[in-house]
């Protein structure tokens, strides 16, 4: 952004900008530089809500600008003047940014001496309206002595208007020139604003000062209704200006004196109706009260007085996770600690009094007992943050409408305490209802209709389509009845907005009530107003016939449907009466009969989580950045301070370059330090903790309820399970620096029932949404990474925990396969062969990209949910082959992908002209290679819990499923473990994208798979092994002795002639294989060695003629029926579980029989 002045002659394009031209100045206080065609530093950074002051003087040729009235200095001097010369305000924008301007229209917050604004202030009016404020005072302080007929002074902050005569036509008289003046901005914000500030001046509680009631009372009675609307609006706009553009002082006294007068306006009655009507959400950003804004510069918000010592942890080791060795602080460091937190807690309790005051204006809106003269606000405030939630959903990529997300993040925080003291004062009244520890939504929200979720997509679909699927479960379990003309398949001609806005002022007249016997409503009126979107069509209660819940379906009766916008609703339509259960219409068998609280708390906090959803935790994990610089600092600084004292004293040079990023390090430790206790008490507080934890907890109660009405969980919206997915998340990796989760009340339940949620829905077939069920699985990826959530995975009852393993196990055909992939090989890691790493030998000395990654933390096994895979594997004969088999099909893909990329790759790499590999096509690569080693792992996993699947040959596809098995292996081993071949070549290169890609992880997976299936199982299983293996046409023993080391001589020699490098051998991975794996090893080589040996010198040759067409590697031994033709076993078994065509003429195979030749052909 640059603001400045410009002339006529300026010329601006989407290059060329204010200060850009020889004739236009600016200031760019995001760069700290002015502009004239040439730039040079000047100013100081500017921030959101900070006041700039753009100053010309044409007698002397200057420009000067002042930041929140601190002059910056002259910026430009001599600038051009002259005959035909005018200069104008201009300013250059980029994308996203945005700016008040204030020409004089209004009071200027910061005025310089000498100057004046572009706009003359209205100095007759002022000079009036002062005048008339004066006359009003008077009245105030002087009241009449009846019995002495004289004039007395009195206390005007009791003053009270008791109807005196002589009061009251003064007062008229007054009014009757001071109302017109009151329509005007300039004067609301100088006069009246200043003076209704000046009275709560005196402090004490807002309710210690009756006379801004008097006031608004007054001018309700005195003021024609369009002066006082216009009057209030005006007021209402200048103290959110006021607000937001105050700078933040250490006591934030500014920001209070605000607020105070705010919630002085909207306790009176009258006055808060209306603007909640008309203005705090119309026409003004009102969230905007509820905001405390983060002061860029501390220096100037006072932080270096409220936190004079700074501290940092320094518990980090370079690779920036947290050092394992516990050191004890010095008393040094405690003292600055204790210091710091001390800073911090005067800090916080300053900006505990600004939220105090937040919460209580919202407390005002919320009020349900102000029924005087109409509806009472909280249902006002309802509606209307409703359609606040609607714009903020339908309109993601319209800037100008969004609410910014640091906005959102206290207005959550503040509407949440707002909502949790009635719903708690409501249960002190019926004790009956449920405490906010208990809080939910009730499930048939979701369906009935009462509440707008706009476009919103459900856990099933479009609603639309839930209503006409799912018609009759809605009858049978809710007492609802679908009217039949809403299930009519809508076409876009139906949709016509012109048409329908013609029906709908046709229809403008709200009916009170529709008779339905079954038969079809009324199309609704407000369903067509175009306002609304098309999508909103389907969810009006007109589409909704409610049956008696206490008679039985079949009892045809009449009942009454009222047809009602989000703006038509009324108190009754919310809460209910007279049996109508309002909100609450539709119960659910499996819903407990029992008061929750009021109905329109129930709404409230519905929309609190689709606040959170929206961009609330999007903005939490934004701040998380300020600790990372935290760190990041702190870690440079002590790297500075280690070489400080290892640099020699000779060098002063470098000791004095080092002395000088010492300070800088630390000047900046202690800016961020400042600025972070700032955001910990905001934003990452305890108490803003246990607002996030008090939300996770309402989301999993709501899927739970939801989850048991069984085919109606589908209305449910998605958000619900991502809120619950994305709170969990934001406790675990943003709040955790500052306080711990361990600590919040009912922590392990908690933990488990989310984990039971996980596990039940990642696979739940009445959730349908691509992108929702791909969230399920990772956050359950994630889930199991980690010991103590994996712990509460563990902890679910037995038979949800075994339904998770059957969903894990289906087959990978159809699904999103990798990340179902990735959970069994978390519950693997650590117990597989050469499987204990947390990152891989040869990146350890690299810095990892994020320490708190899921892939990074340490192996933490489940032999609890292996134990269950195993029991599946085995009792389900059916579950186990096609499981494995989609297992192998996916390896099979995923290694020649993987080979047939690094193919390119090396191509490109050997070619004389520059060239550059392309960035993704690497990322892809190494993908498919991590893919593959999982999948590896997986089948390790598989053979060691359950080897009978490959081993017992009395099991069908058992025999077929071990020579897939081996195929797929030697294919692995020959590629990987040929001496200088294409692997070894691109592992080499050590290209960026690709440093997970090395010999380690494959092989010992290999080699996990292979000890399993030769060494430790029983003599039986290891000979049907060892003889598949050695059948398989690709099998070479190099590739086996390639594992410790053994290369063939002449390899061996061309190795060493050509250069010094080691051979791969697993037995130099000592801190990573165990003795007894590596002894395994050698007794497999050894066997294989014999086995082989034995194999040559008994195999007799075999002709041409008699080897299978297919594979050309086994000898001819079954034909199929009808068509006669002929294969081996191993290649028409796996071509049947795929395909039942005959290779060669297409016929359906329609069995199989065994073939031998007959002697002496």
């Excluded at 809500?49 to 420009?63: A, F, K, P, Q, Y």
């Excluded at 709404?603 to 989580?609: A, N, R, T, W, Y």
């Excluded at 790297?639 to 400080?644: L, S, V």
């Excluded at 050509?1058 to 050894?1086: C, G, Q």
């Amino acid at each position: 952004m640059q603001i400045g002045w410009c002339t006529l002659n300026c010329r601006f394009n989407q290059e060329e900008g204010v200060g850009d031209t020889p004739d236009s100045y600016a200031y760019d206080g995001n760069r700290v530089r002015k502009w004239n065609v040439t730039t040079t530093n000047y100013g100081k950074s500017w921030a959101a809500g900070d006041i700039v002051s753009c100053l010309i003087d044409l007698e002397e040729g200057t420009i000067a600008f002042c930041l929140n009235g601190i002059s910056l200095g002259t910026a430009f001097d001599n600038i051009t003047r002259g005959a035909g010369m005018a200069y104008f305000p201009a300013i250059s924008l980029s994308f996203k940014e945005s700016v008040a301007f204030n020409f004089g229209s209004r009071p200027l917050r910061y005025p310089v001496e000498g100057y004046r604004p572009l706009q003359d202030p209205p100095v007759a009016d002022l000079v009036k309206a002062r005048r008339l404020l004066g006359f009003l005072k008077n009245v105030i302080h002087i009241g009449i002595d009846v019995t002495e007929g004289k004039l007395v002074e009195k206390d005007a902050s009791m003053w009270q208007l008791q109807g005196e005569p002589t009061v009251l036509i003064t007062l008229a008289h007054i009014f009757n020139y001071f109302s017109p003046l009151m329509c005007k901005v300039y004067l609301v914000e100088d006069v009246l604003m200043t003076f209704l500030l000046s009275i709560l001046e005196r402090g004490g509680a807002v309710e210690a000062h009756p006379l801004i009631q008097q006031l608004l009372d007054l001018m309700w009675l005195l003021m024609e209704e369009y002066e006082v609307h216009e009057c209030l609006k005006q007021l209402l706009m200048s103290l959110l200006r006021a607000y937001r553009f105050s700078p933040i002082i250490p006591d934030l006294g500014l920001q209070i004196h605000y607020l105070r007068l705010t919630i002085a306006v909207l306790k009176h009655e009258k006055s808060r109706k209306y603007l909640l009507s008309n203005v705090l959400f119309d026409v003004l950003r009102s969230v905007v009260f509820f905001y405390i804004k983060s002061p860029l510069r501390v220096e100037e918000a006072g932080l270096q007085e409220l936190i004079p010592t700074t501290w940092w942890p320094n518990r980090f080791t370079k690779e920036g996770k947290e050092s394992k060795e516990v050191k004890e602080e010095s008393a040094e460091e405690r003292l600055r600690r204790r210091a710091y937190e001390r800073g911090c807690q005067r800090l916080k309790k300053r900006i505990e009094v600004v939220e105090g005051l937040q919460v209580q204006i919202l407390k005002l809106l919320l009020n349900n007992k102000d029924r005087g003269g109409g509806e009472a606000s909280r249902y006002i405030f309802l509606n209307k943050f409703r359609k606040f939630l609607q714009e903020n959903a339908s309109n993601r990529g319209n800037l100008t409408v969004l609410c910014p997300p640091e906005y959102m993040v206290c207005f959550l925080h503040r509407l949440i305490a707002a909502l949790r003291f009635f719903w708690d004062g409501h249960k002190a009244k019926a004790p009956a209802a449920l405490s906010s520890e208990e809080a939910y939504v009730p499930p048939q929200l979701f369906y009935n209709g009462k509440v707008d979720y706009f476009d919103l997509q459900r856990l099933g679909g479009l609603l639309s389509h839930l209503k006409k699927t799912l018609k009759d479960d809605l009858a049978a379990k809710a007492n609802v009845l679908i009217d039949p003309a809403e299930l009519q398949a809508v076409t876009m001609d139906d949709l016509d907005e012109d048409e329908e806005s013609a029906t709908s002022a046709a229809q403008s007249q709200r009916p009170s009530a529709t008779l339905a016997i079954g038969g079809a409503l009324a199309r609704p009126g407000w369903l067509s107003s175009p306002t609304l979107g098309r999508a909103n069509r389907f969810l009006s209660t007109a589409a909704v016939s409610l049956m008696n819940p206490r008679r039985p379906l079949g009892t045809l009766e009449k009942v009454k449907v009222r047809t009602l916008s989000v703006e038509q609703r009324t108190e009754e339509d919310i809460e209910g009466s007279n049996g109508n259960e309002g909100l609450l219409l539709g119960r659910p068998p499996e819903e407990p009969d029992q008061p929750i609280t009021e109905n329109s708390l129930l709404e409230v906090l519905d929309g609190i989580v689709m606040m959170y959803n929206l961009s609330v935790h999007q903005q939490l994990g934004k701040m998380v950045g300020v600790s990372d610089d935290v760190n990041e600092y702190a870690m440079a600084l002590k790297d500075t301070e280690e070489k400080i004292s290892r640099c020699p004293k000779r060098r002063r040079d470098i000791h004095e370059e080092l002395l000088k990023s010492q300070k800088v390090f630390s000047e900046k430790l202690n800016h961020l330090s400042r600025r972070l206790a700032w955001i910990n008490v905001t934003i990452y507080s305890k108490e803003k903790m246990q607002d996030i934890y008090w939300l996770l907890r309402v989301c999993i109660r709501t899927i739970e309820h939801g989850d048991r009405t069984g085919s109606l969980f589908a209305f449910m919206p998605e958000f619900y399970l991502s809120v619950a997915m994305n709170s969990y998340s934001a406790l675990k990796n943003y709040f955790s620096p500052v306080n711990s989760m361990e600590e919040l009340p009912g922590y392990e339940e908690t933990l488990m029932r989310l984990a039971a949620i996980l596990a039940k829905h990642f696979a739940d077939s009445r959730i349908v949404g691509t992108d929702i069920r791909d969230s399920l699985m990772q956050a359950l990826a994630s889930y199991v990474c980690y010991p103590h959530s994996l712990r509460a995975v563990e902890r679910i009852p037995e038979e949800q925990r075994i339904s998770m393993m059957k969903n894990l196990l289906a087959p990978y055909e159809q699904r999103p396969w990798a990340q179902t992939n990735w959970i069994l090989v978390r519950l693997w890691r650590g117990c597989g062969f050469g499987y204990r790493y947390t990152r891989l030998p040869h990146l350890l000395k690299t810095k990892p990209e994020d320490a708190s990654l899921p892939s990074l933390q340490k192996p933490c096994p489940s032999t609890l949910l292996q134990r269950h895979m195993a029991d599946l594997l085995h009792s389900d004969c059916d579950l186990a082959p096609s499981f494995l088999n989609s297992v192998l099909n996916q390896l099979n893909w995923a290694f020649s992908e993987f080979i047939g990329m690094i193919q390119e790759i090396q191509q490109a790499a050997e070619r004389l002209e520059r060239n550059f590999v392309d960035s993704r096509q690497l990322k892809v690569c190494a993908t498919c290679f991590d893919l593959s080693v999982s999948l590896l792992r997986v089948l390790e996993m598989t053979v060691t819990l359950a080897p009978e699947i490959f081993l017992d040959w009395n099991r069908p596809s058992s025999e077929l499923l071990l020579r897939r098995l081996a195929q797929l292996l030697n294919q692995v081993l020959n590629r990987v473990t040929a001496e200088r071949n294409l692997f070894d070549r691109v592992v080499n290169l050590r290209l960026p994208g690709l440093e997970s890609v090395d010999h380690y992880p494959i092989l010992v997976a290999v080699t996990g798979i292979l000890v399993r299936l030769l060494v430790d199982s029983d003599a039986q299983g290891a000979e049907r092994a060892t003889a598949v293996l050695l059948a398989d046409p690709c099998f070479q023993l190099r590739s086996i002795q390639y594992l410790l080391g053994h290369a063939e001589p002449a390899a061996m020699a061309a190795a060493a002639a050509a250069t010094e490098k080691r051979h791969f051998s697993l037995s130099t991975y000592t801190e990573y294989i165990s003795a007894e794996e590596l002894s395994k090893v050698d007794k497999m080589l050894s066997h294989l060695s014999e086995e082989s040996k034995q194999a040559a010198a008994t195999t007799l040759p075999t002709s041409e003629e008699d080897l299978c067409p297919i594979c050309y590697a086994h000898p001819i031994s079954a034909i199929f029926r009808p068509c006669s033709h002929k294969s081996c076993k191993a290649c028409i078994n796996q071509h049947l579980m795929n395909n039942k065509d005959c290779f060669f003429c297409k016929a359906t195979i329609t069995g199989v029989d065994d073939f031998t030749k007959p002697a002496g052909s």
